[in-house]
């Protein structure tokens, strides 16, 4: 089944204890991309990367850091989260967006950090 | 990418057509006009997208205006299970993607 997957689906964390959200797709898509969504303010993009090795800021990168090692992995890192990246984060993925392409999206992950 | 504005909610019986309007006036030749909608919390789901000619597909139905400053989604025949928020989004497929806060629909039983 093509899809997109994140790991972990919950996660509740302290102020500055580093981790990593894991984005996986098995539809060998070149694009990949990260959204957070909190109230009142709709889906942001974060990062997004157009292939491997290859990655660019969105509209709110500030505390994120991203990797593209893989074509089918894109994990999003928190160095030293803070409370105000408590969000509900999505990952998605598209074969391109050149000349139109929808993007597949993830299940979302949900963060809490205290 | 052109800004859009849609109406922040909007009610619809079950069985009747949703339209559901977005307006992107500054867009430009080369964008495209995406819907997506989203259910609860869960990730978004693509819809339908076009650039100049009206589209429809197995979900819905994209209408663009002829001087494309405007669009309208079209759900022929809604359900209680079309009830979610929807967004209308502008890109030329530079790889920003700016969502909005969408339209939230409310299907009446």
């Known amino acids: 089944e093509a899809q997109v997957t994140q790991n972990p689906r919950y996660l509740i964390t302290v102020t500055g204890k580093k981790l990593t959200v894991t984005c996986s797709q098995n539809?060998?898509?070149?694009?990949m991309s990260w959204y957070r969504q909190d109230p009142g303010l709709g889906l942001r993009q974060i990062y997004y990367s157009m292939n491997v090795e290859v990655t660019d800021k969105g509209d709110v990168p500030e505390g994120y850091k991203v990797s593209r090692k893989e074509k089918r992995n894109f994990p999003l890192i928190l160095e030293s989260p803070s409370p105000n990246q408590t969000s509900l984060y999505f990952c998605?993925?598209?074969?391109?967006?050149?000349?139109?392409?929808?993007?597949?999206f993830g299940p979302g992950t949900r963060l809490t950090v205290t | 990418d052109a800004k859009t504005t849609q109406p922040p909610s909007m009610d619809c019986a079950e069985g009747r057509a949703a339209n559901l309007p977005c307006n992107h006036s500054t867009i430009s030749g080369n964008e495209y006009v995406y819907w997506y909608r989203q259910i609860h919390s869960q990730g978004p789901q693509y819809i339908i997208h076009g650039l100049k000619n009206n589209e429809t597909n197995e979900m819905a139905s994209l209408i663009i205006t002829e001087d494309r400053k405007s669009s309208t989604l079209i759900l022929p025949h809604a359900t209680l299970r079309d009830t979610a928020v929807y967004y209308c989004i502008a890109t030329s497929g530079t790889y920003k993607y700016i969502f909005g806060t969408g339209t939230r629909l409310k299907v009446l039983a």
């Open positions: 998605a993925s598209s074969f391109t967006l050149a000349g139109g392409g929808e993007q597949y």
């Open positions: 539809m060998n898509h070149e694009y």
